[in-house]
């Protein structure tokens, strides 16, 4: 058998010499060694590298902080709009970093929330305080008011918080907007700091040199010898706040729980967060908030049914086929708030004490409040259900109670400035006039239970006025709450002794005057915990000052007659 033809080269191997070969093959050995030692140190080199670039990465994250954002890489840097709907783009057409060339540009807003955010989490350490800085030049209009804030936690327990604004003018050049912030609870592992223009959907503006630095200031603990503020009026009415995710842990946690024994969520339980979209209904953020607050022993008041605003467009207008916004028909309008106030409070069932059923219906120019239809906002719901549209949300809610007989849940009128006399006037009119005409069909029920003084004050605000529109009130035989209480003292984030102690003095007078009518008072909400996470930072109005220390408002609540006295 001839086997070199079953063999490739086969005939050439019969033909060499035996040393030959032997020599040829040592030769392949070598070359196969060394290309094997060659691609073993190419791949040990490829590993160092990849792994150091991994640990420089993990060190960026945790370690390395915030570095100034220039631009001058021509990325965003981490920057996204909030909406995804917004234009950003690195643009040499503008720069104010020193011998730099390029700034963001954001247009293409068409709501007051959007602009340009990013996420700062992995640079924040929990308790400490973190400065804040955006230089900011608008494009168009001439003037809009431009703002920085931060969001801490996603979805719909998220809170916002404005640390600067600034209205401003396109010949002003570069404006910088500047604040500061002490995040207590990261526990949400979401946090951003995001510039917008909270006056003017469709402003737009260039941002450039965003820094984001510890001020150095960190707390770990509240003041614990303080007296808590539900135990001052524990036989009187309860105390609550405004909260948000970002008090469901922590410090913040510690402070809520000490001094407070009800809570409303400031945002959460809102139309807009609960129905965004036509019958897709998201509970999570609001169930989670409720069921810490319940476990924790406070109480939960329900805000908001139904109101103008953070409220879903679909529920009362509509696109029609030229792209013009329409009111819904009656018909349409008030099926959909029948179908989210059923849902909504069958949600929650007995969790909660009481509703907002509807919140600031009432306009704050009213020159006949005997005639309270005509002194309605002219709003979405008023437009497209009629000026009844009030007792028509009332209808619905009491409905769904009177199906549950075994729930104690109060349903609420709320709005502000109810000093104001007019206003107030207006009111007791609108309530007391549906409320009899609910009696002559349901003798003996009401079908308002209570009304909500929000109280959003000032130091300048005159207390017997705030004490005339309750005893007004209480004459209805109604319930009041005083619903989300605070006091203006101060500007720009700044508070003199003088201004603190003004501010504790008139804490003290209203607070003399919800004592004297605590028996027709269910609740004093003071509407959030402390300044450096109120709705109003910039002019200090609560009890508790950034650093969660008592400020001499807190101490004009505990006891009012002794602050009085002192000052």
């Not at 807003?109 to 305080?129: A, I, N, Q």
């Not at 959907?201 to 707390?219: C, H, L, R, V």
Request: proline letters at 3%; hydrophobic letters at 35%.
């Amino acid at each position: 058998m001839n086997t070199a033809s079953h063999i490739p080269g086969g005939r050439f191997e019969m033909r060499t010499p035996l040393t030959k070969r032997i020599a040829i093959l040592f030769l392949i050995f070598v070359v196969i060694l060394v290309c094997m030692f060659i691609v073993h140190v190419y791949m040990k080199e490829k590993d160092v590298s990849i792994d150091i670039e991994d640990e420089a990465a993990k060190v960026r994250d945790a370690d390395e902080g915030f570095r100034l954002i220039t631009f001058e890489d021509q990325t965003m840097e981490g920057f996204e709009g909030r909406a995804g709907s917004e234009t950003l783009t690195v643009t040499d057409e503008e720069n104010h970093t020193d011998d730099g060339k390029y700034a963001l540009k954001t247009e293409g807003r068409t709501s007051t929330w959007h602009g340009p955010s990013l996420r700062v989490e992995k640079y924040v350490d929990e308790g400490t305080e973190y400065r804040v800085s955006v230089w900011v030049k608008l494009i168009e209009p001439e003037n809009s008011q431009i703002q920085l804030s931060t969001q801490i936690g996603e979805g719909t327990s998220a809170n916002y918080v404005n640390l600067a604004q600034k209205t401003i003018s396109t010949w002003d050049g570069w404006i910088q907007l500047e604040g500061a912030y002490r995040y207590n609870n990261v526990s949400s592992k979401y946090l951003t700091i995001y510039v917008e223009s909270s006056d003017n959907a469709e402003a737009s503006f260039y941002i450039d040199d965003i820094s984001f630095e510890s001020t150095g200031s960190k707390i770990e603990k509240i003041q614990s010898e303080l007296m808590p503020v539900k135990q001052s009026y524990e036989d009187e009415f309860l105390i609550g706040t405004a909260i948000s995710s970002e008090d469901l842990a922590g410090i913040r946690f510690d402070l809520l729980t000490t001094h407070f024994n009800s809570v409303t969520a400031g945002n959460a339980m809102k139309p807009g967060e609960l129905q965004r979209t036509k019958g897709n209904f998201t509970f999570s953020g609001a169930d989670n908030l409720v069921d810490t607050s319940l476990d924790a022993g406070m109480k939960v008041h329900g805000h908001t049914l139904v109101w103008h605003q953070q409220s879903p467009e679909w529920m009362n207008t509509a696109i029609d086929t030229d792209g013009n916004m329409r009111y819904l028909s009656r018909e349409e309008a008030l099926d959909n708030m029948r179908t989210h106030i059923k849902t909504v409070v069958e949600h929650f069932a007995d969790k909660v004490i009481s509703w907002d059923v509807v919140n600031e219906a009432m306009s704050d120019n009213s020159t006949n409040p005997s005639d309270w239809k005509a002194s309605l906002r002219k709003s979405p719901w008023y437009y497209s259900v009629g000026e009844d549209y009030i007792e028509q949300a009332f209808l619905a809610a009491r409905e769904v109670l009177d199906e549950h007989p075994d729930w104690d849940i109060k349903l609420y009128y709320n709005d502000y400035n109810l000093d104001n006399q007019n206003k107030s006037l207006a009111v007791y009119n609108m309530v007391k006039e549906i409320n009899e005409n609910y009696q002559k069909v349901y003798p003996e029920k009401l079908l308002i239970d209570g009304i909500g003084m929000q109280g959003h004050y000032t130091v300048n605000t005159n207390p017997a006025n705030v004490e005339l529109s309750l005893e007004r009130f209480i004459d209805l035989g109604v319930e009041v709450s005083i619903s989300e209480l605070d006091v203006q003292a101060g500007s720009n984030y700044q508070l003199s002794e003088r201004q603190a102690n003004d501010q504790g003095y008139l804490y003290a007078q209203l607070f003399n005057i919800f004592r004297k009518n605590a028996e027709h008072i269910s609740r004093v909400t003071i509407w959030g915990m402390d300044d450096g996470t109120s709705w109003r930072s910039a002019t200090n109005p609560l009890l508790f000052d950034k650093n969660l220390k008592a400020k001499p408002a807190y101490y004009g609540v505990i006891n009012p007659d002794k602050f009085i006295e002192e000052h």
